[in-house]
């Protein structure tokens, strides 16, 4: 009926109308044969069709959670929702992953002022501040020159981080990556150069003239946000979560942690420990480093911890049993998080970045992409669970996309990271060369790599690249350590200029919608929490 209904605004429908008046005929829907109507493909459309015109037209929201899956391009999750399904014993096509089904989405254009092909560091700028900028910069402006200091003063942007904690919001930012890399970096920072994490990264100059590292500006983001604006007191973030923590540990090994992986754990050149300075500043706080630390907090009574889990990078999903000390998953990490800042009637506003798919993919690794992003979708499913999209918008998106291609005619059910075989066939399919191929692979990158049972990626960099056709006739592609085929011989396989995907739930996520810039992210953002009071 109301397919009817809406027809008739229509020319095409007034048409319908008229003929469906002067014969008295059933209605469309009615004359449509059983068959058709009752197979689930028809029926499960027509269902979420009815749900999205019951949305409620709530615009306001009380929390903001912000979920980037670093490097995430749609075919990434075409094929993380594939793997998934399969680990499920689905054929796995079928499958969703957690915010496949919220019910508004849109493509975003990611490049940046300067870059055809973008990074982290301007594509964060631009979804937390409003704004393009160029490559490789931190919370500042398109008027930057990279990396020069003396130009830094003046084209810093305010983030909804920042102006979250204004309102009085809790904040809180998670990471997989280090906490000081360039997405993470982007909400509270403000630097010509995303490789400035810490004073022993900088030049000389640099340091003269005043510029701050990324890891100093993380622990002094309370004072450097009251120095900014005339009569503004903050809290300062409620949780920050990462990897990291050579960027706060002087080059010292007396301040190592009880798990280092280096010899000397700390890279800062200038003698300081940020995590006694935080301490310090924040008595009440928590500041922990390992697994059993991170179950020792206690949601209900801690107002604000500090997490690092790692010397550099946490590890990848896959890899993460293996390291010496443990870490919470991206799930517990967003739990925890959610669970501390709910305590504010104020409301909050969360970051969760799982910084390794994008790693994952650059060493040539599909399997460590693609099991990190399945965990970040369930992460995406905790946050579910603990809100109400009544009150809470969540936004799930990527930075940019990787060269990473789905390709062939292999049949459905096919294991995604296997050999194409094709419909109606039990054998590999074979190129012009009579080679099998698989289904997925990189433009461009380091090459196959066939590691056995190997879960970290990172191992291929030790590797002599080894890109081109390789007869994979006697290698098992399923393998967690096996690197896919890439065509272009690089260092590292690249990110892709083409868009990624926006997908939302809550209130406000109606304006999630068509084809939009990266920067509209952050209008999502401050229409729904009314950071900047314009509407
Ligand atoms: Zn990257």
Redesign the pocket.
């Known amino acids: 009926m109301t397919l009817f209904i809406k027809a008739k605004f229509s020319k095409l429908g007034a048409l319908v109308a008229l003929a469906l008046s002067s014969a008295c005929i059933p209605a469309i829907a009615n004359d449509l044969p059983e068959h058709q109507t009752s197979n689930p493909w028809y029926s499960d459309a027509q269902s979420q069709l009815m749900q999205k015109l019951n949305t409620n037209n709530n615009f306001k929201a009380k929390n903001v959670i912000l979920f980037v899956g670093?490097?995430m391009g749609i075919s990434t999750l075409t094929a993380a929702r594939i793997l998934q399904g399969q680990q499920n014993n689905m054929l796995g096509e079928e499958n969703n992953l957690s915010f496949e089904v919220f019910p508004h989405s849109a493509l975003v254009k990611t490049y940046n002022v300067d870059a055809q092909t973008p990074?982290?560091a301007g594509t964060m700028t631009a979804m937390v501040a409003g704004l393009k900028t160029d490559v490789g910069v931190i919370g500042v402006d398109e008027d930057i020159e990279r990396g020069d200091c003396s130009t830094l003063q003046g084209n810093e942007v305010t983030t909804a981080l920042e102006l979250a904690e204004i309102k009085g919001m809790s904040t809180g930012i998670i990471s997989t990556a280090r906490i000081t890399h360039a997405t993470p970096a982007a909400t509270y920072a403000k630097s010509p150069d995303r490789n400035w994490e810490d004073v022993s990264d900088m030049p000389e100059d640099a340091v003269t003239a005043g510029c701050t590292d990324i890891a100093d500006q993380l622990i002094n983001f309370e004072r450097n946000l009251e120095s900014r604006f005339t009569g503004v007191d903050v809290d300062g973030i409620e949780v920050a979560f990462g990897g990291g923590r050579r960027h706060f540990l002087p080059r010292d090994e007396a301040f190592n942690s009880p798990d280092a992986a280096s010899s000397t754990e700390g890279d800062r050149t200038d003698g300081r420990d940020l995590t006694a300075e935080w301490q310090e500043k924040y008595p009440q706080g928590a500041y922990i480093f390992d697994a059993a630390g991170f179950d020792s907090v206690d949601a209900a009574s801690t107002e604000r911890v500090f997490g690092l889990f790692n010397e550099s990078h946490m590890q990848y999903e896959a890899d993460r049993e293996n390291d010496i000390a443990g870490e919470p998953s991206l799930t517990q990490l967003t739990e925890k998080a959610i669970d501390i800042l709910d305590n504010n009637n104020k409301g909050f506003f969360l970051m969760v970045e799982s910084g390794r798919i994008?790693?994952g993919?650059?060493a040539g690794s599909a399997y460590n992409a693609l099991t990190d992003t399945i965990e970040f979708s369930n992460a995406v499913q905790k946050a579910m669970d603990m809100t109400n999209d009544e009150d809470t918008l969540i936004l799930v998106t990527a930075d940019?996309g990787?060269v990473f291609t789905i390709a062939g005619y292999p049949k459905r059910g096919n294991p995604i990271l296997g050999k194409v075989v094709g419909v109606n066939s039990e054998d590999a399919a074979t190129d012009a060369n009579g080679l099998p191929y698989t289904t997925l692979g990189y433009t461009n990158g380091r090459g196959m790599m066939d590691l056995g049972s190997e879960t970290n990626a990172d191992v291929a960099y030790g590797m002599d690249i080894n890109a081109g056709r390789i007869d994979l006739t006697l290698v098992d592609t399923n393998a967690s350590g096996f690197h896919q085929e890439a065509l272009v011989p690089l260092t590292s396989e690249t990110?892709s200029g083409e868009d990624i995907s926006l997908h939302a739930s809550g209130p406000g996520a109606q304006l999630v919608q068509g084809t939009v810039e990266q920067n509209m992210v952050f209008h999502v953002i401050d229409q729904a929490l009314n950071l900047t009071g314009s509407n």
Do not use: A, M
Request: hydrophobic share 0%; no cysteine; proline share 0%.
């Open positions: 670093d490097g990074d982290s994008d790693h993919h650059h940019h990787h990110h």
